[in-house]
């Protein structure tokens, strides 16, 4: 682990748990500080399907070596909540090096004309992400060194195929996808660097979710995937953990497929 001197500084949403939980640490055993932001919803959630808690929140927090994770609760829907987590990781650490846009909602289980979905996984899985860059990338321009700053964006494996009655979280993973290449193309000559990591089914609260929707197992949707089993959190974080080091600028622009064959 670095010291606390020479260590990067990264913001990680959806932190709570799953693939979020999962960057997070593997981000800490990196030798990066984290701040970590969730909206620790719980039962309140709009999505249908308990979210995350201030008690997962702390729990991931109090688990990691002290001084290294400071905790955010806030929802990645309010332009002010990413503006105040990136002015944490200043204030903490004086300044900001990566951003991890992990939160994300799933929903849907009936056809586009049936689905009233859409405006809920517009504004948390893509204005959410837009929200994170916009407040974390001036940052990362005016810092130390913008050659080693990464933004790295949570897409899905439905960023770049169908899902059957999933249209609305299709369209956003697709924005997703859209807005990291446009955000890339924005950084061109900066150093700083943009791409998306797009998971297939992985062992998490969505996956559990979406398994409701069509009332089959998760061990069902995972059948989709070459591996033929669901990934796990830390099998995806280690490909985000890798788009935010330094090697990860090769990555640039692009979407990476960390999904265990999806489709095949």
Same mark, same amino acid.
């Given at each position: 682990?670095?010291?606390?001197? $020479?260590?990067?500084?990264?913001?990680?949403?959806?932190?709570?748990?799953?693939?979020?939980?999962?960057?997070?640490?593997?981000?800490?055993?990196?030798?990066?500080?984290?701040?970590?932001?969730?909206?620790?919803?719980?039962?309140?959630?709009?999505?249908?399907?308990?979210?995350?808690?201030?008690?997962?929140?702390?729990?991931?927090?109090?688990?990691?070596?002290? #001084?290294?994770? $400071?905790?955010?609760?806030?929802?990645?829907?309010?332009?002010?909540?990413?503006?105040?987590?990136?002015?944490?990781?200043?204030?903490?650490? #004086?300044?900001?090096?990566?951003?991890?846009?992990?939160?994300?909602?799933?929903?849907?289980?009936?056809?586009?004309? $049936?689905?009233?979905?859409?405006?809920?996984?517009?504004?948390?899985?893509?204005?959410?992400?837009?929200?994170?860059?916009?407040?974390?990338?001036?940052?990362?321009?005016?810092?130390?060194?913008?050659?080693?700053?990464?933004?790295?964006?949570?897409?899905?494996?439905?960023?770049?195929?169908?899902?059957?009655?999933?249209?609305?979280?299709?369209?956003?993973?697709?924005?997703?996808?859209?807005?990291?290449?446009?955000?890339?193309?924005?950084?061109?000559?900066?150093?700083?660097?943009?791409?998306?990591?797009?998971?297939?089914?992985?062992?998490?609260?969505?996956?559990?979710?979406?398994?409701?929707?069509?009332?089959?197992?998760?061990?069902?949707?995972?059948?989709?995937?070459?591996?033929?089993?669901?990934?796990?959190?830390?099998?995806?974080?280690?490909?985000?953990?890798?788009?935010?080091?330094?090697?990860?600028?090769?990555?640039?622009?692009?979407?990476?497929?960390?999904?265990? #064959?999806?489709?095949?």
């Amino acid at each position: 682990m670095s010291t606390d001197e $020479e260590a990067r500084v990264a913001l990680v949403t959806g932190a709570a748990r799953g693939i979020g939980a999962a960057t997070v640490r593997g981000l800490v055993a990196a030798g990066v500080h984290v701040v970590a932001l969730d909206w620790c919803a719980g039962e309140d959630s709009p999505a249908g399907y308990p979210q995350a808690t201030k008690a997962d929140l702390d729990t991931l927090v109090t688990s990691l070596p002290s #001084g290294w994770v $400071e905790s955010v609760v806030g929802d990645v829907r309010d332009p002010a909540v990413l503006s105040a987590a990136v002015d944490a990781a200043k204030k903490r650490w #004086g300044r900001l090096d990566i951003a991890v846009a992990a939160a994300a909602v799933i929903a849907g289980g009936r056809p586009l004309w $049936e689905d009233a979905s859409l405006d809920l996984l517009w504004q948390i899985d893509v204005d959410g992400v837009w929200n994170t860059a916009a407040a974390a990338v001036p940052v990362m321009l005016a810092g130390p060194d913008p050659s080693g700053c990464r933004f790295v964006a949570l897409a899905s494996a439905a960023g770049s195929r169908g899902l059957f009655h999933l249209a609305a979280y299709t369209a956003a993973k697709h924005a997703v996808v859209g807005l990291v290449k446009g955000l890339a193309a924005d950084l061109t000559g900066t150093g700083v660097t943009a791409c998306a990591v797009s998971p297939g089914s992985t062992d998490t609260a969505m996956l559990a979710a979406t398994a409701d929707l069509y009332s089959v197992s998760t061990d069902d949707l995972a059948a989709h995937q070459l591996l033929r089993r669901p990934l796990t959190p830390d099998e995806v974080a280690a490909t985000v953990v890798h788009a935010c080091s330094p090697a990860g600028s090769v990555l640039n622009g692009s979407v990476i497929a960390a999904d265990g #064959g999806f489709g095949g």
